[in-house]
């Protein structure tokens, strides 16, 4: 029932006991006067007959001594007014007021009665409950009523949450939300008017004044909490909680030099989450004092270390498992020289030298350790004591990026180096090569898997290029697009930073391979001088040696990098929609998508099955099984498979194939057990290349020739997913990483 016809079935009782009253108080009035007529008795039951609760379209019936209309009635009590009407009923126990109504009813012809009857028999009939049929059947429109408007309250509660969840996912403005809630308004009144108590919209922050700008404090400990509930992670009673931190810079208009730097955290342990944010700083540049810039996060870091975090009445313990940050931010959370300064290394003591710029040419000089950098030995290396240094490790605990140093850095300049290099080195490739290499990676775009996020692009385009492609280039296309293309010296160069980084990039390589990628990568600096020249041993050609070292530590090294945390930091820049006042922006858009996200949180099916198919492969023994064309595995990690494409190449134990079929004798379960895969070998299968080691040592083989016989096998015996590109007449078959995170 709606709003509307609720309120004209209450001003209908309001109505009808307004006319009772007065009936009542008339027929009191008529006993008194006696006229001496004998009239048939009129009760209040009589009057319940007449059924003036039944909607307009009903008809009701009329007591065979009253003929009163119903439609006129209305009429006249709604000319009349509620309200008025209410007060001459009240009057006429007074005497003091005629009631035009009543007195248009008894001069009307209609009535045709006179009025002989005992009040109190009238109230005998009101309190016995002798004849409350009529009373009844006027509730159960209220009982109906009552439970349409709780069903309809719990639709549009759900109404509620879902437009909010996507609101927030979207970005949606509030002026064309508020419009959107104006719409179905009508039909859900409950649903709010303001998008901003829709949204739950936080309205009152503390911004604190800091040196250089404005800064705000969200929580370690509520970022942490908040996190755990949204993505369901369960934390022991005795587990301890171990988050990554980053912070970093980030321009915001490109008008003006207003910037954010924002500190960001996500767990690491027990399991990985996404990012979230601690604090909010905005300003004209970097903030002015890092003491007070860092105030609030460490005074809660301490509380924290020592009382532990409120898990829903369980205190559990926190620590830092280390700070991601690129050169600039690093230097400046740990008040130490910049990376273009002579003591600007972070991992070792060395002095640079000058060679048109400051360059680090050794590779086996004395490191740095924990304890030195507290107690500030090397003066040269430090500007002033760090507010993080009897926090956390300042050397151990803070690595080096590799998205920054390698991707952005390394490999972005020996590209320059083959297109715009120094001719004197011989290192240019001559334009006829860069638009061969570029003609190689525009065709392997049909071959790059769905996990990737962009395609390969021209090499003319390098400056343009995102660190994603940067990486994507060194640790997959490069080495196919490069051979032949460019001298064998030079390749030859590129393969070994190629094992290098791809056995720490990869969590399967990363351990049993730490030590001989940190030597791969000493002889990559040390050949670097004699074939790029020694003024390009600058600061990030020079930490590669100590790379492996933070490896060794965190893991493989996409398990340390900013990827995720720039990610985030667009998320960020997105929500600013005026120049104004974005620091407030930001806390008002992120308090609305932490209302909203625990509406988003569906759990994922394991293994959703789709493009049901009849082609075929299928053996005679599976014919009671359904055929697919795709299946997305939700395990671990999420891992896209198909019949088709770029995303049907796989590796099963040492055999690489590609899939023909997908099937499953029951896809309502949702389980990669019940998923089958036929998939077709290879037969010729080779290295691709032998140095500094064999390619099949680390997976990466050259293929050749379909077997034309197919094998069965469940998906979860599926070994990884494999990058397929095309060389010659051949493939080159490289293991996708993503799966191993």
Not at 18 to 35: A, R, Y
Not at 507 to 523: M, R, T
Request: a negative charge; aromatic letters at 10%.
């Amino acid at each position: 029932m709606s709003c509307r016809e609720e309120s004209y079935w209450i001003k209908r009782r309001k109505i009808n006991a307004s006319v009772q009253s007065e009936m009542s108080d008339l027929l009191g009035l008529s006993t008194s006067t006696g006229t001496g007529s004998k009239s048939p008795v009129l009760s209040l039951s009589d009057m319940s007959e007449t059924e003036p609760y039944l909607a307009p379209e009903s008809d009701g019936d009329i007591d065979e001594s009253v003929s009163l209309d119903d439609g006129n009635l209305m009429e006249d009590l709604e000319n009349v007014g509620l309200d008025q009407h209410v007060g001459l009923g009240e009057n006429s126990h007074h005497g003091d007021t005629p009631n035009p109504l009543l007195e248009n009813m008894l001069d009307s012809d209609d009535m045709g009665v006179g009025f002989d009857v005992d009040v109190h028999v009238v109230e005998h009939d009101l309190h016995d409950g002798s004849d409350f049929s009529d009373f009844d059947s006027e509730r159960e429109p209220d009982t109906d009523s009552a439970i349409s408007n709780c069903d309809s309250s719990l639709e549009t509660n759900d109404l509620t949450a879902e437009l909010a969840a996507w609101g927030s996912q979207f970005q949606i403005k509030h002026n064309a939300l508020g419009h959107l809630l104006g719409i179905p308004k009508p039909h859900h009144p409950s649903l709010p008017n303001d998008p901003r108590t829709l949204l739950n919209t936080q309205t009152t922050y503390d911004v604190r004044d800091v040196t250089g700008g404005q800064y705000y404090h969200f929580g370690i400990a509520k970022g942490v909490v908040e996190v755990c509930k949204s993505d369901a992670i369960v934390v022991g009673v005795d587990a301890q909680i171990s988050i990554q931190v980053n912070i970093d810079g980030l321009p915001i208009f490109k008008s003006s030099k207003t910037q954010f730097w924002p500190i960001l955290g996500r767990i690491v342990e027990p399991t990985i989450s996404k990012v979230f944010i601690v604090g909010l700083f905005c300003g004209n540049g970097k903030p002015g004092d890092v003491g007070e810039y860092l105030h609030d996060f460490v005074t809660e870091l301490h509380d924290i270390t020592a009382h532990g975090i409120d898990m829903g009445g369980t205190e559990t313990s926190m620590s830092i498992s280390c700070f991601i940050c690129d050169a600039p931010a690093r230097a400046f959370i740990k008040q130490v020289k910049s990376h273009n300064a002579y003591h600007g290394c972070e991992k070792c003591e060395q002095t640079g030298a000058w060679a048109t710029k400051v360059i680090f040419p050794e590779t086996d000089a004395h490191l740095r350790t924990d304890v030195a950098f507290n107690e500030m030995i090397d003066g040269d290396h430090h500007i002033a004591p760090s507010p993080l240094q009897n926090l956390v490790g300042m050397v151990s605990q803070v690595p080096l990026d590799p998205m920054h140093l390698v991707h952005l850095g390394v490999m972005k300049r020996l590209i320059w180096n083959w297109m715009k290099g120094p001719v004197a080195n011989r290192c240019r490739i001559g334009a006829n090569s860069v638009r061969q290499v570029s003609a190689s990676l525009l065709s392997y775009a049909e071959y790059i898997p769905r996990e990737f996020p962009r395609k390969c692009r021209f090499l003319l385009e390098v400056d343009r290029w995102k660190a994603t492609e940067f990486r994507q280039f060194l640790l997959y296309s490069g080495i196919v697009a490069l051979k032949g293309k460019i001298s064998d010296q030079f390749y030859k160069h590129f393969l070994v930073l190629f094992v290098a980084m791809y056995t720490l990039s990869s969590p399967l390589l990363c351990a049993g391979h730490c030590e001989y990628a940190d030597q791969l990568l000493v002889i990559f600096v040390q050949q670097w001088e004699d074939l790029y020249g020694r003024e390009m041993l600058v600061y990030n050609v020079h930490n590669l040696i100590h790379l492996a070292a933070d490896a060794q530590k965190f893991g493989a090294l996409d398990s340390f990098s900013a990827y995720p945390f720039e990610s985030f930091l667009g998320r960020i820049k997105k929500m600013i929609r005026s120049p104004r006042f974005p620091l407030q922006q930001v806390i008002r858009r992120l308090s609305e998508s932490c209302h909203s996200a625990s509406h988003n949180n569906r759990k994922k099916q394991e293994c959703a099955l789709g493009k049901l198919h009849f082609f075929g492969p299928l053996p005679s023994e599976y014919r009671q099984f359904k055929q697919f064309g795709e299946v997305l595995c939700n395990t671990a990690n999420t891992i896209y498979f198909s019949v088709e494409g770029a995303d049907r190449c796989i590796k099963v134990g040492k055999r690489y194939g590609l899939i023909r079929n997908i099937i499953s004798l029951d896809p309502c379960k949702n389980e990669c057990d019940s998923c089958k895969v036929i998939y077709e070998p290879f037969t010729t299968v080779s290295d691709f290349f032998d140095y500094p080691m064999g390619s099949s040592d680390i997976g990466i083989v050259r293929v050749a020739g379909m077997s034309n016989n197919c094998k069965v096998i469940n998906i979860s015996e599926i070994s990884c997913k494999c990058v397929m590109l095309p060389y010659k007449e051949d493939f080159v078959l490289i293991p996708m990483l993503h799966q191993f995170y």
